[in-house]
């Protein structure tokens, strides 16, 4: 088991635990600092169960032991800090849970800022700026980042487009001549349908920007990767960071496209803002 997937796999399992080894994820999930600190006997007395309890917990959760599990998890916190209380239990309230989802957000914003290759930044901003056409592909919670992706780079005097939809993409593809771009965006990196369409686009000589975790079928399948790794904590509710973990690489992009293109898009922006104002209330 990777250290990274340790609370993760305590919040998956936390559900079919008996009810003494859920008393310990509990007690480990509120408290991961401390845990790396404890002796077995420390962790039974505080969570009110045996010492025998606590060696099941480790192995149901991949684990030799008690050792094992502690090393796990102190190399998870030394490389993601926060990571270990941000897992959401189905016990948590509205306040812990609502830490937890930001705490969770935040962290992985910080990770992803850390470790995205800025050369691949460079060349995807490079071929952004010199294309006359840009569009953006996702599937169900890509789907919308791509939605998003396109409302922000049509304001920068780009012809854009979303697709969503598999037929819409391949006559899309199909449709695609030398120096346009795709931008290809996906949280498991694994889409059949996308692979499909982005092998299209480059047969028509276009240019793919894939969004999509390191090593991933998507990212090996992009003439630029993009890659965005995200430890899904709270997978088991919902895939949160990961999405906007993507939206802010697009606002990347788009901020980068912006400086390229200078003077001349500030002006039409600008222009933008100001037809937007007669649609705004005036404030009181």
């Known amino acids: 088991m990777k250290p990274a997937e ?3 796999k305590i919040s998956e399992q936390l559900s079919s635990m008996r009810k003494s080894e859920r008393k310990v994820a509990e007690y480990i999930l509120a408290n991961p600092d401390e845990i790396i600190h404890m002796r077995i006997v420390d962790l039974a007395t505080e969570a009110q169960v045996s010492e025998p309890t606590v060696v099941r917990f480790c192995r ?5 032991g008690f050792q094992e599990f502690k090393l796990n998890l102190a190399q998870q916190l030394a490389s993601s800090p926060s990571f270990g209380q941000i897992a959401v239990t189905d016990t948590d309230t509205i306040a812990e849970y609502k830490r937890k989802v930001f705490d969770s957000t935040v962290d ?19 071929v ?3 294309a006359k056409r840009v569009e953006f592909f996702g599937f169900g919670a890509s789907g919308a980042v791509a939605a998003d ?23 899309s593809a199909m449709s695609m001549e030398p120096g346009d771009v795709v931008v290809a965006i996906s949280q498991s990196g694994r889409t059949k349908a996308l692979l499909h369409s982005m092998k299209m686009v480059k047969e028509q000589g276009g240019t793919v920007i894939g969004l999509a975790p390191s090593g991933s079928p998507v990212a090996r399948e992009a003439t630029i990767p993009l890659e965005v790794d995200v430890e899904e904590d709270i997978e088991i509710y ?3 960071s990961s999405r906007i973990a993507h939206l802010v690489v697009i606002d990347v992009l788009a901020i980068g496209v912006a400086q390229r ?11 933008l803002k100001k037809g937007l104002y007669s649609l705004r209330e005036d404030k009181p």
């Open 60 to 64: 149901a959760v991949g684990c030799s």
């Open 238 to 240: 919902t895939p949160l």
């Open 149 to 171: 992706a396109q409302h922000k780079f049509f304001r920068l005097q780009l012809a854009t487009a979303a697709h969503s939809d598999h037929h819409m993409q391949n006559m």
């Open 108 to 126: 992985t914003l910080l990770n992803v800022r850390d470790k995205i290759d800025a050369r691949a930044l460079e060349a995807a901003v490079t």
């Open 261 to 271: 293109k200078g003077p001349q898009l500030q002006e039409h922006l600008l222009k």
């Open 6 to 8: 340790v609370t993760q």
């Open 128 to 130: 952004i700026a010199a």
